[in-house]
């Protein structure tokens, strides 16, 4: 079972993978709660499946180009799956990211981490002087 996780825009998006076929997806909008909702989201998609994050052989996650909260928080949680899970995790761009991580998925065995890919430096505030 594989979980493709896509966190980059206003929605969040969740699929399960059986090799290339999608056996659920879930598609929300958390507002600003994403990183208070994604692991539950996860969660409940496996068992929708009858299944548990830790029969997951695999993660694919969208790098990017996008929010860097989103991207931020979706990579760190795919990591941390991968890295907790001892599994293969691979990030993609384009719209078709899913389906090329399946299958660049297929030709990785030990887990490496994802690294995001922001399109462009964050907004983030000055510090003060």
């Known amino acids: ?33 994403l990183s208070v909702q994604l692991l539950d989201e996860i969660r409940a998609l496996c068992g929708k499946n009858r299944s548990t994050i830790y029969e997951l052989q695999g993660i694919v996650v969208y790098e990017g180009p996008g929010s860097f909260t989103g991207l931020r928080i979706g990579v760190s949680v795919a990591n941390a799956l991968g890295y907790g899970l001892q599994v293969p995790v691979v990030s993609e761009t384009g719209d078709d990211w899913l389906e090329k991580g399946l299958e660049r998925l297929q030709n990785t065995k030990k887990f490496t981490p994802a690294q995001p890919m922001y399109g462009a430096d964050p907004h983030i505030t000055q510090p003060k002087k």
């Open 1 to 33: 079972m594989i979980l493709g996780l896509r966190t980059d825009s206003y929605d969040a998006e969740l699929y399960i993978n059986e090799g290339n076929n999608v056996l659920e997806t879930k598609k929300w909008n958390p507002g600003r709660e």
